[in-house]
């Protein structure tokens, strides 16, 4: 028999939406458990210890300006974040060809940087169009979700660098390639994380500062905070929901309470059995919200290496398999850690690589990108998303042609005493952890004030 | 306790490929179970006794050429097949303007015609392109795939009304708009059916012909020769794979085999539990195939008044929220029997309204079509295949941008001894009645001849 536990409210999954939901209704006054199906907090964010004891982070991990629900969180915890490193030079490697440069600007012809910045222009001031809390409600929305953003790349960007440049934002911001997502679904979520600049920049942007310790000391914060409402290796099997509450089964525990809120991925959501079953146009949404590819690569070395040589460790390039690296030092700068991602199509080609012939191909690409000291670090370690049964997928969802303007109202709308949480029901950092913190203050927000 | 069953293979879902897999296991003498979640067997095949006794489907219905596994069917199980009603003249409207012609050519501007005439033939001519075992190796397969049908209509066909008329194709073959799939998805399953002409046609096409009786008598016979090897009422929760074999749990029965075939539509397959889990490229290309979206609706009058009126009772409409009418009665002409199809976003639409008001929304479309004797029905049934749990949509799952190149493979491709079946893995009348047997037949080959 599974052990019983009566409480107001049921939360499924210890994301950081989950546990900022539970985190406001205990603050009110609520009793709550939080069902996490793994045997750790924190969903997509993670921490992984080397084997020096160094902690690096296999999931989420930066912070930048205008997250402000996690700068809170931040204060509120106690915790320290630094700058990432970014003293030097980048590197731009287009085919074979690598330059240097220094800031957000590459060295590359004026026509690719005109190309570029006009079709950024034209991009971000679409954006702005789309309205956060209901995208499906922009003047254009239809044109707009009927196709692709690689349609709109191969009409606005003239130049082949220009192209790459904006496949490379893609897949570095959505973890999938520009033709899986509609384009109103680029234009909601760059509008919901402040613009081009905001979402791909270090200094200034979404990827300039870190967590001291890692980035899951958020979740772990909340988490002790929450005590023992917080049940590990609990997956949810079932929700029965009625007028008078809900019933809750996890393997091991049967929860009631009034209400649930459900903080996991959409399409994990779908995978729960309902009682009685969910409307069709909410399990139509869940069938069309997909999870982007990504294997994240953190390549240990004595020492970050290409300080010496003047690089900040950030480099992009076109061919890949990868084309986006950082440095992910801990702040001591020992041992020296480059992080290079994987993502849409080459995580999607890679994750059938035998595991060595993949780690030959990440370092491959660190050799391209900072030389031969490249080739031999003392340590390897990845994480593929899309093998993880209770995430299946990273960064966020993406949203495909048709799904905005056909089933967004079904994203947020709760269903009787079922509340929807996690980073994609966000309106501002969509796909983030400021977004996912969103997220759980609203559906507890949802409960308190029905 | 469940109940425990050692066979042979273990057939997850009762529809055509479930079955089809049975007999053909059967056959070679080997011991199969089939377990269905529901209380019937058919799938997405459904008769309905209208409150005379007449039979009306509201799943799939129609048999037309080179449909030759369905053609085997009808003769082996002894039953009958007869002619879509197609006496008189089509109506077609555009706006609030009626236009009735006689056979495939409607009566509209020469300008539309050739415009239509054009793109269909380049349609046609780019989906032959397409090869059926892996529309991911076409020539243009990455262009094709990262742009909608939506973007390939805008672009080729020039006049607002053969714009209309490829919307009303798209709606009324993939129950889906065409900006939801990608133009591969759309060559590729043209190509699978035989050409649009096919897809499209009543007389020579996949509309041809009806089922004395109702097309789940196919099913009905399959399973009737299968006898207690059909277990109903059985929804798999869980299937575990090792080398030895696989145990398959249901809600009452425990059954262990060497082999398992998941006859189940993708986005079903996905719900079950496995264990191990499934490699992450699988269970992403699971995430990434939605259903489409259809409400069928069948409209009983006591005669069929179109007939006297020297209509066929086939309609065509740009405007909704009917765009599709057929003449669904008996074989005897009485009672008379409308059919009218909501597909894609008018399903999606309707679906949220009470069904007094979806009622009045139907018959209001066939009054446009058919003139005020539409207005008094005697009977109406409809089904939502969204709202149906062991389905979530129809008639199939259409392929959103980038799934075909990037998923595809994952789409047949076995997992130790795990095997796909269903109407979305077909190569040849992909979402169809004939492509769901090719697929049971398919995975039967692949355990008998691994």
């Avoid at 320290?80 to 980048?90: Q, S, V, W």
């Avoid at 440095?327 to 890679?350: C, I, K, Q, Y």
């Avoid at 950092?429 to 409960?447: K, L, P």
């Amino acid at each position: 028999m599974p052990e019983r536990i009566e409480v107001d409210t049921v939360i499924v999954g210890a994301g950081l939406a989950g546990l900022t939901a539970a985190r406001d209704l205990v603050a009110a006054g609520r009793d709550v458990v939080v069902l996490e199906a793994r045997d750790r907090v924190g969903g997509r964010t993670l921490n992984h210890a080397l084997s020096d004891g160094t902690v690096v982070e296999v999931g989420g991990q930066w912070i930048g300006p205008t997250q402000l629900r996690m700068a809170k969180l931040v204060a509120d915890l106690g915790l320290e974040t630094f700058a990432t490193y970014g003293e030097g030079e980048h590197v731009l490697r287009f085919g074979t060809s690598l330059a240097r440069y220094r800031g957000a600007i590459p060295r590359i012809s004026p026509v690719v940087l005109a190309d570029m910045g006009q079709a950024q222009a034209r991009f971000d001031r679409l954006a702005q169009r789309v309205p956060l809390e209901a995208p499906w409600a922009a003047d254009r929305a239809e044109a707009w979700d009927s196709q692709t953003f690689a349609t709109w790349i191969r009409r606005n960007v003239r130049t082949a660098k220009g192209r790459a440049l904006f496949d490379l934002f893609a897949e570095g911001v959505f973890a999938a390639e520009p033709g899986d997502f509609s384009l109103l679904h680029a234009l909601f979520y760059t509008h919901s994380g402040g613009g081009i600049d905001m979402l791909a920049g270090t200094r200034g942007g979404a990827q300039q500062d870190r967590f001291v310790g890692g980035s899951q000391l958020v979740a772990l914060g909340l988490a002790e905070q929450l005590g023992d409402r917080v049940r590990l290796g609990a997956p949810v099997r079932r929700i029965d929901h009625r007028d008078a509450g809900v019933t809750v089964l996890a393997d091991g525990i049967l929860a009631t309470g009034r209400d649930v809120v459900v903080a996991v991925p959409p399409t994990l959501a779908a995978r729960m059995l309902y009682e009685p079953a969910l409307p069709g146009y909410r399990d139509q949404l869940t069938q069309r919200v997909p999870a982007g590819s990504v294997i994240k690569c953190n390549v240990v070395y004595d020492a970050p290496f290409w300080r010496d040589d003047g690089l900040t460790g950030q480099a992009t390039g076109d061919r890949g398999p990868v084309k986006v690296t950082f440095d992910n030092s801990p702040p001591s700068g020992t041992p020296g850690v480059l992080l290079g991602f994987l993502e849409g199509e080459h995580a999607r080609r890679l994750n059938r690589f035998a595991p060595a012939e993949r780690r030959e191909a990440v370092i491959g690409s660190l050799v391209d990108y900072f030389g031969p000291q490249a080739r031999s670090p003392i340590e390897y370690v990845e994480l593929d998303w899309s093998e993880e049964e209770w995430t299946r997928g990273c960064y966020g969802a993406h949203f495909p042609t048709g799904v905005w303007t056909q089933y967004g109202p079904a994203l947020r709308a709760s269903i009787g005493h079922i509340h929807w949480a996690g980073a994609e029901t966000a309106t501002v950092w969509n796909g983030y952890m400021d977004g996912a913190v969103q997220s759980g203050e609203r559906a507890a927000a949802e409960i308190l004030n029905p």
